[in-house]
T-cell receptor, first 114, second 111 residues
Framework: NAGVTQTPKFQVLKTGQSMTLQCAQD?????MSWYRQDPGMGLRLIHY???????DQGEVPNGYNVSRSTTEDFPLRLLSAAPSQTSVYFC?????????????FGNGTRLTVT | GQQVMQIPQYQHVQEGEDFTTYCNSS?????IQWYKQRPGGHPVFLIQ?????EVKKQKRLTFQFGEAKKNSSLHITATQTTDVGTYFC???????????FGAGTTVTVRA
């Protein structure tokens, strides 16, 4: 049982490049989400999903796309990277939104956009 | 949209002293969760509060949910170096899936 697995751990992009941050969980969790963490800003919700085929926007969705084709995977796509997207990205999942279950976080991806 | 305010942003504590961090929401909450993030690590779940006025304890940590279910606090007694890290509250409004995090309180400990 690996929990929540994020890849890559580190990434450097040039402005305008695109990439996908991978997130997978093996706990059969219904809810998955992406957060970005910036100094003094806490964790801000980018996108979330309450089940396969269902996604919705969080607080800061612009510049990011997500999809949830399977229960296990929830990739985050940066369409055209900008320096403002330099951040640490965390994927998190929970068993169910209905039972108020806690979030399990991945180890994070540190992204730098130059 | 919902706002979650957490204060103070930084807390410098002498080892052995007590401190409290506070979390306030602009809307009534379904529940509130607390997480701890060690330097260089990822947030780890500590506890969840659901009932109005609820108080829960974990060793030296005491968590409280306000009567109106709009605020919460975390009190740590006899701070130790193992308490170093950032403590986040995370709030879920009534009838909403989204969990919004406060900015966190970063704790440093002077030995």
């Amino acid at each position: 049982n690996a929990g929540v697995t994020q890849t890559p751990k580190f990434q450097v992009l040039k402005t305008g490049q695109s990439m996908t941050l991978q997130c997978a969980q093996d706990m059969n969790h219904e809810y998955m989400s992406w957060y970005r963490q910036d100094p003094g800003m806490g964790l801000r919700l980018i996108h979330y999903s309450v089940g396969a085929g269902i996604t919705d926007q969080g607080e800061v969705p612009n510049g990011y796309n997500v999809s949830r084709s399977t229960t296990e995977d929830f990739p985050l796509r940066l369409l055209s990277a900008a320096p403002s997207q330099t951040s640490v990205y965390f994927c998190a999942s929970s068993y169910s939104t209905r039972t108020n279950s806690p979030l399990h976080f991945g180890n994070g991806t540190r992204l730098t956009v130059t | 949209g919902q706002q979650v305010m957490q204060i103070p942003q930084y807390q410098h504590v002498q080892e052995g002293e007590d401190f409290t961090t506070y979390c306030n929401s602009s809307t009534t909450l379904s529940n509130i969760q607390w997480y701890k993030q060690r330097p260089g690590g990822h947030p780890v779940f500590l506890i969840q509060l659901v009932k109005s006025g609820e108080v829960k304890k974990q060793k030296r940590l005491t968590f409280q949910f306000g009567e109106a279910k709009k605020n919460s606090s975390l009190h740590i007694t006899a701070t130790q170096t193992t308490d170093v890290g950032t403590y986040f509250c995370a709030a879920r409004p009534v009838n909403d899936y989204k969990l919004s995090f406060g900015a966190g309180t970063t704790v440093t400990v002077r030995a």
